[in-house]
């Protein structure tokens, strides 16, 4: 009996433990994302490998003047979230524009919010896993990715985007890419937010 209770509770501290990891793990994450990310809003865990962290409005207005934007662009936004930067870019430059997000209450959510900023015929969200996406009709794409997502989904646009297509990153890199430009937006805590321009040839 006594041999059955030690077993017990050896399983259940090692499941408490690993449940504790686990706690602790999703709290360092969110705290990485919000110190090295945008630094305005929580990190929220959703469906899809990086946390949800919204991007400020200066920039998102950052990321689509440095992409030049212009009337007949498609813009492509991988990881969309609540929609902020497909909604801006419809809104502003009056372009087509397609959220990739693989967390179907975010795209639920954004689909609301092209409804309430009156472009829901201009936008469209899709929920699929960013590495299923065929983004070859993108003349502009946007990110807001971890380093390792963008360099998982590097080849997928060295293989479809066309020359003259531009990728505008928010805070990190794609590995293996030069930016043709780099500019700095200010935060509000702890971080300024780096803004990269790649263009394809």
């Not at 059955?4 to 602790?24: C, D, E, H, P, W």
């Not at 990190?43 to 919204?54: I, L, M």
């Not at 212009?70 to 959220?99: E, F, M, N, P, Q």
């Not at 430009?181 to 780096?194: L, W």
Request: glycine share 6%; charged share 25%; with cysteine.
């Amino acid at each position: 009996m006594r041999a059955v209770v030690a077993l017990s509770a050896r399983i259940t501290y090692k499941r408490t433990m690993r449940q504790t990891r686990l706690g602790n793990l999703w709290l360092l994450g969110s705290i990485l994302m919000l110190v090295c990310g945008c630094g305005s809003s929580v990190a929220v865990w959703t469906d899809g490998e990086v946390p949800f962290v919204r991007s400020t409005p200066e920039v998102i207005d950052r990321m689509l003047e440095m992409a030049r934007v212009k009337t007949g662009d498609v813009l492509y936004d991988i990881g969309s979230g609540d929609g902020a930067i497909v909604i801006r870019a419809a809104k502003r430059y009056g372009i087509k524009a397609i959220g990739i997000e693989i967390d179907p209450e975010l795209v639920a959510k954004a689909r609301r919010n092209a409804f309430r900023e009156k472009v829901e015929h201009l936008v469209e969200f899709r929920a699929q896993d960013a590495f299923t996406v065929d983004v070859s009709p993108a003349t502009v794409v946007t990110l807001y990715m971890l380093p390792e997502f963008n360099a998982k989904l590097r080849p997928i646009l060295d293989r479809q985007l066309r020359p003259g297509s531009r990728v505008v990153s928010h805070d990190y890199s794609v590995e293996g890419w030069e930016p043709d430009q780099v500019d700095s937006v200010k935060g509000t805590f702890a971080h300024d937010h780096t803004v990269m321009l790649f263009e394809i040839r």
